[in-house]
């Protein structure tokens, strides 16, 4: 049977981001039906209609769009700015949102990890970032939720997690994560 591709969108561009490092954790104890890429976010030119009205579609946004189109899923793994989502991730969305009724969110299953070095979690980055998914008609995995503080402490120099709390959690919530993408594809 050929696998479940799912997308991971991580909402930082830092070198050392934490969330990359949650994020490859994470995509490595996936269950070995889903297939994990990373879709890079960083390069996509600001979202301007203009583009698309006048014919003049940037080729970053073209590549972006079919590599959204060719996924059966996302998992977002972000960091929280200012209590909210970062720019570039609200600006992929968007992006392959457009133009008008081509939304290639549009029915596919995900799942949101938040990150921050403090202790909250991102749990603003996480609720906001629900909004915009909800009317993208992406149906979300609502348990286990997944908040992880003070991340610092978690992971070694290399990026690598340090504890066997943080690896057990995050394979749970792989799990579920699965099986939710099982049941939302099932039904599609
Ligand atoms: C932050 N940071 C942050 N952290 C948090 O928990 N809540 C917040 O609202 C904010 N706001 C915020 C705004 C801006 C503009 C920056 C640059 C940072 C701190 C943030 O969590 C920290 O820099 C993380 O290390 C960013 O994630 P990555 O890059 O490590 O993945």
Redesign the pocket.
Known sequence: MSKIKIGVF?????R???????AKAAAALAPAELEMSFVEIGGLPMFNQDFDDDGTTPEAWVRFRKEVAGLDGFLFV???????M?AVLKNALDIASRPYGKNLWDGKPGGIIS????G???F??NHQLRQPLTFLNVPLLQQPEAYIGN??DLLDEKGGLKNESTRSFLKKYMEAFARWVGVVSGSR
């Open positions: 991580v909402g930082s561009l830092r050392a981001s934490f969330s990359r490092s949650i972000t960091p929280e700015y200012n209590r909210s970062p990150v921050s070095p403090g909250l979690g991102g603003g980055a991340v610092a």
